[in-house]
C-alpha cells in the first residue's frame, strides 16, 4: 500500500457532507475510498445536509466566493478550506443567436467548457474535486481510466498538487490527447484494448496497489464535480433554471450530476421550482444509452464502440440505466448521430458561434440539430447545450473536411486574383445551394 497519512490540510468546521449511500438499496457507508454497496452492487452516492445548506448558504455567499467550482465548495464532498484550486469552472454561457436562428430557435445557450481550465474539458471539474478528495484521504499516488481527457486533466492537476500520477488510455487515442497527458510526465499506460478493458484493468489495479483511482474508488467523489456544470448555468442565467437541456453521455455521469445539481439547488431554495427537460447525445458507433432509450428498456445492453467520437465512447457505461431514467421522468430524449454529422456538427458551431469543439461536441451539436428538426425541441424553450471538450485536440476528425489557405506570392495583384477566384467559388457553391 502507497496510502499515506494525509497531510495536515485544514479542516472546515463545517462540511455538509455526511457520508455515502447506495444508489440502489440505501445501505450507508462512511466517505471513504469506496464506491460499490457491499449488499447489492449499486453504486454510492454522496449525502449531505441540506437542511444545514438551506440555511448557511445563499446566492449572495456563492456570489462572494472564489470566480471557480469553489464557491459552490459546500455542495463538493470535501473537508479541506483549502482545495486544489487550477481556475476550473466558471466557463462562458454564450447566448448563441446565430446558431439559434440557423436551427429555429429562439434562446439558445452554448455552456463553454472548451475553455475550462486547465486542460479544455469538463473533465477539470471532476478531477480538481477527487484530487482534492484523494489528498484528503491520504493517497500519494493517483489514477484513471480514460477516453482521453480525463487523462489530460488527471496529469495536470496531480502535477499541480505533486501527487505521483499513473493513468491509463485505450492505446489509438487521438495524438493531441496523449500529447496533453505526457507533457505532465505522469506514467503513461496504453492499453491494447478499447475503453471497457481499461476499465477493467484498472479495477483490478485499483484492488492491488491501494492507489486513488479518479473514476474508480474516487468515483463518488469524483462524480460530483459534475454538478457545478448545473449550478454555474442557474447562476449564470440569473438564478433560473433553463427550460430543456443537451449534453453529450458517455458513462452517463455528467448528465445524471446535471440533473442532480438543478434539484439540490431547488432543495435548499437557491432557486425557483420549474420542469426541466434533459436530453443526451450519443455517436451512433457506441451509443447503447440512446438504444435502450430508443426501445423503451430499463437496462443496457453493451456495445463494442466504434466512433470518431473517441472521448464518450464507452461501450458498457455505468450510469446508463440512470441517464435513461431522467431523460423518461422529464420528457426529454436521448439520439444518436452518425460520424459525418458529427463532423458537420463540429463546423456548425464553429461557423456559427466562433467555438471550435472536439467530437463530443459535434456530436451534442448534431443531436440538437436532429432533435429540433423532429419537433423534439420547442423553439420557444430556454435551450442550453453543454460544449465538454476543445476542438484542437481532435484536430484529426475535422481533416479534410475545412478547405485550404489560398497560397500566395507576396505581391499585391496575386492577392487581388486569389481573392477574386475565392469569391467566385463561394458563389458558386452559393448557387449549388440554391439549385
Ligand atoms: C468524459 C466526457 C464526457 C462524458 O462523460 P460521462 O462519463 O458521461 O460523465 C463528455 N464529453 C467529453 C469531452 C468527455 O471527455
Ligand atoms: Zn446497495
Same mark, same amino acid.
Request: glycine share 8%.
Given at each position: 500500500m502507497t496510502q499515506t497519512l494525509a497531510p495536515s490540510c485544514s479542516r472546515s468546521t463545517a462540511a455538509m457532507f455526511t457520508g455515502l449511500k447506495c444508489k440502489e438499496c440505501g445501505a450507508e457507508y462512511e466517505a471513504k475510498a469506496v464506491h460499490v454497496c457491499?449488499?447489492?452492487f449499486g453504486p454510492l452516492e454522496v449525502v449531505y445536509d441540506y437542511e444545514a445548506l438551506r440555511q448557511t448558504v445563499t446566492r449572495e455567499s456563492i456570489e462572494k466566493? &472564489? =470566480? !471557480? +467550482?469553489?464557491?459552490?465548495r459546500q455542495f463538493l464532498p470535501v473537508e479541506t478550506d483549502n482545495p486544489i484550486d487550477v481556475g476550473t469552472g466558471m466557463t462562458p454561457l454564450l447566448q448563441a443567436n446565430r446558431l439559434a436562428r440557423r436551427l429555429g430557435l429562439k434562446r439558445l445557450y452554448i455552456k463553454n467548457d472548451a475553455v475550462n481550465m486547465p486542460t479544455l474539458s469538463f473533465k477539470d471539474r471532476v478531477v480538481s474535486v477527487a484530487l482534492t478528495r484523494a489528498r484528503e484521504l491520504g493517497f500519494s499516488t493517483v489514477s484513471c481510466a480514460s477516453t482521453g481527457n480525463l487523462a489530460n486533466s488527471t496529469a495536470a492537476i496531480a502535477a499541480h498538487a505533486g501527487l505521483d500520477c499513473c493513468v491509463f488510455i485505450p492505446a489509438d487515442l487521438e495524438a493531441g490527447k496523449v500529447l496533453g497527458t505526457l507533457i505532465y510526465a505522469p506514467t503513461v499506460m496504453a492499453v491494447q484494448g478499447n475503453y471497457d478493458q481499461v476499465n477493467r484493468l484498472c479495477s483490478e489495479v485499483a484492488n492491488t496497489h491501494g492507489w486513488g483511482f479518479v473514476n474508480i474508488n474516487l468515483r463518488p467523489y469524483y462524480s460530483e464535480g459534475s454538478k457545478t456544470l448545473g449550478y454555474e448555468v442557474i447562476e449564470q442565467l440569473g438564478w433560473e433554471l433553463p427550460d430543456h437541456i443537451v449534453a453529450p453521455l458517455a458513462s452517463g455521469s455528467l448528465f445524471t450530476k446535471i440533473h442532480k445539481g438543478f434539484q439540490e439547488f431547488v432543495k435548499v431554495g437557491l432557486v425557483e421550482e420549474k420542469a426541466v427537460r434533459f436530453s443526451g447525445a450519443q455517436a451512433e458507433g457506441c451509443s447503447p444509452i440512446a438504444q435502450a432509450f430508443r426501445e423503451g428498456r430499463d437496462f443496457i445492453t453493451p456495445v463494442k464502440p466504434n466512433t +470518431? *467520437?473517441? !472521448? #464518450? *465512447? #464507452?461501450? =458498457? &457505461? *455505468?450510469d446508463g440505466v440512470y441517464a435513461v431514467e431522467i431523460a423518461n421522468k422529464t420528457n426529454g430524449n436521448i439520439e444518436s448521430v452518425n460520424d459525418q454529422e458529427i463532423v458537420e456538427g463540429i463546423k456548425l458551431l464553429a461557423e456559427t458561434e466562433g467555438v471550435f469543439t472536439e467530437t463530443a461536441g459535434g456530436t451534442t451539436i448534431a443531436t440538437l440539430k436532429k432533435l429540433v428538426e423532429a419537433g423534439? #425541441? =420547442? &423553439?420557444?424553450e430556454t435551450t442550453v447545450v453543454y460544449i465538454t471538450g476543445n476542438g484542437l485536440k481532435t484536430q484529426e476528425a475535422v481533416q479534410g473536411y475545412i478547405g485550404e489557405p489560398l497560397t500566395i506570392e507576396p505581391k499585391l495583384d496575386a492577392f487581388e486574383r486569389a481573392l477574386e477566384r475565392a469569391q467566385t467559388l463561394d458563389r458558386l457553391e452559393w448557387q449549388q445551394v440554391l439549385v
Open positions: 457491499e449488499l447489492c466566493g &472564489p =470566480n !471557480s +467550482i469553489w464557491r459552490y +470518431i *467520437a473517441k !472521448s #464518450i *465512447a #464507452i461501450g =458498457n &457505461p *455505468a423534439k #425541441i =420547442n &423553439p420557444d
